[in-house]
Nanobody
Framework: EVQLQASGGGLVQAGGSLRLSCAAS????????IGWFRQAPGKGREGVSCISVRDGSTYYADPVKGRFTISSDNAKNTVYLQMDSLKPEDTAVYYC????????????????WGQGTLVTVSS
């Protein structure tokens, strides 16, 4: 069974930090880029960050560059998103996702979706 289990969301004040985790199982981990999309209230789902499990290359959307850091623990088949200096505009449901290597990190190319975890940043 393919699973992407997200955790780590919660309520935090502006300027604070959270770490999201995505634990993967049921597929070949290093064939994919693993990362996060988010969907804020009333808005579409946007890519946030991803990491190529095989070579470690990373992608960050402009709004989170310099504040978020993605990493992978291959032994645990787990991807982490460290979120620092959080802003109210980061408030969203965050979704873990897997995209097969060779594809753009875009929702059209997601092979597997995980559960959403809610991040709320208060002002």
């Amino acid at each position: 069974e393919v699973q992407l289990q997200a955790s780590g969301g919660g309520l935090v004040q502006a300027g604070g930090s959270l770490r999201l985790s995505c634990a993967a199982s049921g597929f070949t981990f290093d064939d994919y880029a693993i990362g996060w999309f988010r969907q804020a209230p009333g808005k579409g789902r946007e890519g946030v960050s991803c990491i190529s499990v095989r070579d470690g290359s990373t992608y960050y959307a402009d709004p989170v560059k310099g504040r978020f850091t993605i990493s992978s623990d291959n032994a645990k088949n787990t991807v982490y998103l460290q979120m620092d200096s959080l802003k109210p505009e980061d408030t969203a449901v965050y979704y873990c996702a897997a995209v097969a290597r060779g594809n753009y990190f875009h929702s059209d190319y997601v092979a597997y979706w995980g559960q959403g975890t809610l991040v709320t940043v208060s002002s």
